[in-house]
């Protein structure tokens, strides 16, 4: 365009108009930017999701969840990841996985502090972080499920909850022994403290409902309650104050998710 051409108010505008012009093209072409930069991750957290269920479809559609439910915890994987300076999205798509298996918002969960501090470390080089911290995982699950299953763990604790047993330590290392093993007595008995304690109120009535809670919160992370991979289980155990209905639904699901 040739400058008898522009507009009269910006050929005549002096310096200091000159600055705040130029400085708010500077501003909106940030946010525009931002925008298009938020929309792209958005764009790929949704195919992201998608192609997790696509992946443990069977499992996820037992616990009641869609690969649109999964988005959020994509988008809190991805967003921790860029906290911890994890951008790229193979590195992003295998904590993703590592959501999937040690539960929404792991970095939170006391029993992976070790193993997240270790993998995010200024020592440790950018690229392999998420390759480490999926080293950490794979090791914690062969030790957790060694000889054991979680259709196995799901028997036990249909067991003890048609029983009628609450979240005692002993109720516990029998639904799942391979915990226990993992731990110091000192360590485990803290955890399981801590999670017990940490029940939210529905199901903190010492029975079978806050044993269901503790036992799942071992498998599937200690906020599986708020894990939108687990709404079917959530809604079971908050809703259902019949033992033996609440026993029928968890063997229901696991059946569904182990076949």
């Not at 501003?27 to 992946?55: D, K, M």
């Not at 792991?106 to 998420?130: E, I, K, Q």
């Not at 109120?201 to 071992?218: H, I, K, S, W």
């Amino acid at each position: 365009m040739a400058w008898g051409a522009c507009p009269p108010s910006l050929i005549n505008i002096g310096v200091s108009d000159y600055q705040r012009f130029v400085a708010l093209v500077l501003t909106l072409s940030s946010e525009q930017f931002a925008s298009f930069e938020a929309h792209a991750r958005g764009r790929w957290c949704a195919v992201a999701a998608h192609n997790l269920f696509a992946v443990y479809e069977t499992h996820y559609t037992a616990f009641g969840a869609s690969a649109e439910a999964i988005i959020p915890m994509v988008r809190s994987t991805a967003a921790w990841a860029q906290r911890c300076g994890i951008n790229g999205q193979a590195d992003v798509t295998r904590l993703c996985h590592i959501s999937a298996s040690l539960g929404h918002q792991f970095w939170r969960d006391p029993r992976f502090h070790g193993y997240v501090g270790a993998a995010t470390a200024p020592t440790m080089p950018v690229g392999r972080r998420a390759t480490a911290m999926m080293g950490y995982t794979k090791g914690w699950l062969r030790s957790l499920w060694a000889g054991d299953s979680l259709r196995a763990f799901s028997e036990r604790l249909t067991e003890l909850v048609a029983g009628g047993h609450g979240p005692k330590h002993h109720n516990l290392h029998y639904v799942l022994p391979g915990h226990r093993q993992m731990f110091s007595v000192s360590d485990d008995d803290r955890l399981l403290n801590w999670l017990v304690n940490s029940a939210p109120e529905p199901v903190r009535d010492t029975g079978p409902r806050q044993l269901a809670y503790t036992a799942c919160a071992l498998v599937h992370g200690a906020d599986w309650f708020n894990d939108p991979q687990y709404t079917r289980l959530a809604e079971a155990v908050r809703s259902e104050a019949d033992a033996a209905s609440l026993a029928g639904q968890i063997t229901t699901i696991y059946a569904k998710a182990t076949a």
